[in-house]
């Protein structure tokens, strides 16, 4: 699979500074138009969430709900800041519950009740108006439907969508203040004016702080309690009515300390000031000479400030177990009692991972043809308690170890090492998990007494890319039921041409091997988005064969400076092999050649050509330079001048350690060239023993040296696109899911400051999953004083939390017209404050920069 930048230098350039954060919003996009089942979503609890083809002529997205609580969120990509109204097409029926709309925690209009009843033929598809939704910042915003009950006379509590639609509207906005640390408690509140309201009601915290008449639009709040505060406003209408903001929030008193940081901590100062302790206590019994943290049963204690967020993180820590049946451990946890944690349980003689919650058990809400062979669930203090995956181990009592868990919010992945002392080898065990809630190291123990020392925590995956799970989507659906690709579509090879989006895809009439026998043909689609996808009509291009015989998986390659676009793939029947050939129409094909086979198992994963940009220098190998480089499966490369000879460099560079997520030699997948001139091989990693099949077959990424691809630069301590964490078919039409079983590294391209990454999903669906490329900028706490001769201090910290070290120019704005700029280079995850001084303005107004907005009440 070939990356391949369309641009000079200088435009990928401003490619990678294309994420403004001026003051002044962009202008707004058009309407936002999206079937709810095209849309990535989440559900809680999970695998509630079925797609149905046609519910009354609808393709359907349906929250199969059981009760109150169970809520389904669905990702829309806003293109820009703004006020947006929320329809939704609903099918009203007599089994429908009653849903809250919210975005961001924020409830969005009223309570929508979707029963009607069935004796009177009610039931019909309705547009409903739900409200208004303010998004502050671009990118792939949630809408979550929570169901809240359901009409006494409903017979469920289910909810069918057809689609979601977003409609830029001028809405009814607050001003100021947003993300601002105020100094002082007496809090200026500022917002819109609206054209229909009698009158304000300002809510703080959710509770009514005042109301105002309508030509009022600001008030100061008496002294408040330092810490976070969140507030809107109701316009209330004469008829009884209200319209509710968007929400703000606020800070009072000194900015709390940046959650996302690295903490070590051995307990030498004997205090657990910066920690939230529940039945631990610092010990004088140490660990190598120090202090540790004791404990005794059920007993957590959890570092403050501190915090997983949306990523990969790693907590771990020194035990020593005083008790022969202690049960001690590491893992996450988050705000709604939700745990994953590793634990050593001496008693039973295993290290185990574990979910932890009250609200559902996992063998509930998966479906039992799911359910993987092994799992455990028990009732503990009224939790469910869920064996994710365990291995025998042998602890002596007072001998310390080493215990960490590395936990992927993105992914859902879990992987816990233990390092016996004595012991050279590490003890690990790894799995996929159902939750990307927990986001808050700490260190429990469950039963006897236990010692705990060096505790650490590190964010992981720094050098890589920051994939956005919230916007994996299908883009490619199987056709008809005896359509030539009516039982997949999938593993998409895809370049760019004058604009179009073209795709090569592999397209089944049967199941994927080895659900049923091989049947794959090659098909081509276009894209003018790279979202929505049109099936050429002469497909397929590349036919099979005969009745036994299958074409499938292919690569794509564009040579710089030629006309000609090489397709490759693997063909079983008249070439038993991988195959290449050429157009320069995507009509006429010509000159196949077959590729020679190196190593046994011989599947060609990539093509990188040296002379794109940004070039790389040519390969050399004996002496010899090579032009191309094509990575294949088992993580071996091969170099080539004319894409016919090949010559291999040496052993597989890709071979699995016994550390990583993938110990075995199953690494394939797509190859691009990055920022840095270095190689980013996407692949496809698990932990069995084959690859066509394997539900652990995932994606994750690594790093090969620009100058020496046989040379590993980095790899991802976790996969990062999120995964199904039970035994799930492959080939079933009827699973939910694009990753319901293995997936395949497609295709990554660059385009509009993004990478979009293409795969092939359960052996079935061809699937989008994008991350920002280049630096993002973060603002938080800003604040305002008064300086020398009339004018302003504003201060603030800015963080780069995106792809890469860039530059931004930071603007200031006074009621949107820019008062101050100031350029600023930072290096990934790096943070600095900056300042600026403006002359002060008379009257109340606003004092913007990004998403933060901060009141000002001058000399009026």
């Known amino acids: 699979m070939w990356y391949r930048y369309h641009a000079s230098l200088s435009l990928i350039a401003a490619a990678l500074s294309a994420f403004p954060l001026n003051a002044s919003a962009p202008a707004q996009s058009g309407e936002i138009t999206a079937p709810a089942a095209e849309l990535p979503w989440i559900s809680y609890p999970p695998n509630h969430i079925l797609r149905e083809e046609s519910v009354a002529g609808h393709v359907t997205s349906v929250l199969a709900a059981k009760g109150a609580r169970t809520s389904a969120e669905y990702f829309v990509e806003v293109p820009s800041p703004g006020t947006y109204r929320v329809a939704v097409e609903a099918l009203r029926t007599s089994s429908s519950g009653i849903f809250q709309l919210s975005t961001g925690g924020d409830e969005v209009g009223s309570a929508v009740d979707l029963y009607a009843d069935r004796r009177r033929g009610d039931a019909t598809w309705q547009r409903i108006v739900v409200g208004n939704a303010t998004f502050l910042r671009p990118g792939n915003m949630g809408l979550k439907f929570l169901v809240t009950g359901k009409n006494p006379q409903s017979t469920g509590y289910e909810l069918l969508f057809g689609q979601i639609t977003l409609t ?24 819109a004016a609206h054209a229909r309201a009698t009158q304000f009601e300002v809510v703080l915290d959710g509770k009514v702080l005042t109301r105002v008449p309508a030509r009022e639009t600001s008030f100061r709040t008496a002294g408040l309690q330092p810490g976070h505060h969140r507030w809107w406003v109701n316009a209330i209408f004469a008829g009884g009515g209200h319209e509710r903001s968007g929400t703000f929030t606020f800070h009072v008193g000194p900015p709390a300390v940046y959650p996302y940081r690295e903490f070590a901590d051995g307990f030498e100062g004997g205090t657990l000031a910066q920690w939230s302790a529940r039945g631990m206590s610092i010990s004088s019994r140490a660990l190598d000479g120090r202090y540790s943290l004791g404990a005794k049963g059920s007993s957590v204690a959890s570092p403050k400030a501190v915090l997983l967020g949306t990523g990969e993180g790693e907590v771990s820590a020194t035990v020593s177990l005083d008790d022969p049946a202690a049960n001690a451990g590491v893992g996450f946890r988050a705000g709604d009692g939700t745990e994953i944690r590793a634990l050593v349980d001496a008693a039973a003689g295993e290290l185990r991972i574990e979910r932890r919650n009250r609200e559902y058990s996992i063998l509930e809400v998966t479906p039992r043809k799911y359910w993987v062979q092994g799992w455990k669930e028990r009732r503990e203090g009224g939790e469910y308690v869920w064996t994710i995956a365990s291995v025998p181990v042998k602890v002596r009592t007072g001998s310390g170890f080493k215990l960490s868990l590395a936990y992927s919010r993105r992914s859902s992945a879990v992987f816990a090492t233990l390092a016996l002392r004595g012991e050279t080898e590490p003890i690990t065990v790894r799995e996929l998990c159902d939750t990307r809630t927990p986001d808050r190291p700490f260190v429990a123990t469950a039963s006897g007494a236990a010692r705990f020392d060096d505790f650490g925590y590190r964010q992981l995956n720094k050098l890589v890319y920051k994939w956005d799970p919230n916007s994996l989507r299908i883009v490619l659906r199987p056709g008809k039921p005896g359509d030539w690709d009516g039982a997949g579509a999938f593993n998409p090879a895809i370049y760019l041409a004058d604009g179009k989006w073209n795709m090569f895809y592999r397209g089944n009439s049967l199941p994927a091997p080895p659900d049923a026998p091989p049947s794959s043909q090659i098909g081509l689609a276009s894209s003018a988005d790279g979202l929505h996808w049109t099936k050429a009509a002469n497909n397929p291009i590349v036919k099979r064969m005969s009745s036994t015989d299958s074409v499938e998986d292919p690569d794509v390659l564009v040579p710089d400076g030629s006309k000609s676009v090489f397709l490759e793939y693997r063909a079983h029947e008249m070439f038993d092999g991988e195959v290449m050939t050429q157009t320069e129409d995507l009509l ?162 660059l385009k509009d400051g993004y990478l979009w990454h293409f795969s092939g999903g359960n052996n079935t669906y061809s699937v989008l999953v994008k991350c920002p490329y280049g630096p993002q900028f973060e603002y938080r706490d800003l604040e305002i004083q008064p300086a020398a001769a009339g004018k302003l201090n504003c201060r603030l910290k800015v963080r780069n939390v995106g792809s890469m070290e860039g530059q931004q120019s930071v603007a200031l704005s006074i009621d949107g017209v820019i008062a101050g700029r100031q350029p600023i280079r930072l290096k990934r995850d790096e943070e600095t404050p900056l300042s600026f001084t403006v002359k002060a303005p008379k009257g109340v107004h606003s004092i913007s920069i990004g998403d933060l907005r901060a009141s000002l009440a001058g000399d009026r």
């Open 168 to 191: 830029p509207t001028t809405g009814f906005s607050l001003l100021s203040p947003n993300g601002t640390a105020e100094r002082d408690s007496r809090v200026f509140l500022r917002w």
């Open 588 to 749: 006429k094909w010509s000159n196949w050649w077959k590729l020679p086979r190196f190593p046994s198992h011989f599947k060609v994963a990539a093509f990188i050509d040296t002379h794109n940009n940004p070039r790389l220098p040519e390969f050399t190998f004996a002496g010899k330079k090579y032009r191309y480089l094509a990575t294949i499966e088992e993580g071996r490369i091969l170099y080539s001048n004319d894409l016919h000879e090949w010559v291999s460099p040496g052993e597989a560079f890709l071979g699995g350690v016994k550390d990583h997520w993938c110990n075995y030699k199953e690494c394939i997948g797509d190859a691009f060239v990055d920022h840095d001139r270095n190689i980013r091989v996407v692949t496809q990693i698990g932990t069995g023993t084959k690859i066509v099949g394997n539900r652990l077959c995932i994606i994750g990424e690594d790093v090969l040296d620009g100058q020496d691809p046989t040379h590993v630069l980095w790899r991802s301590d976790l996969p990062w696109m999120p995964a199904w964490y039970g035994d799930a078919p492959t080939g079933d039409l009827n699973d939910y899911t694009a990753t319901n079983g293995s997936v395949f590294p497609g295709q990554t391209i």
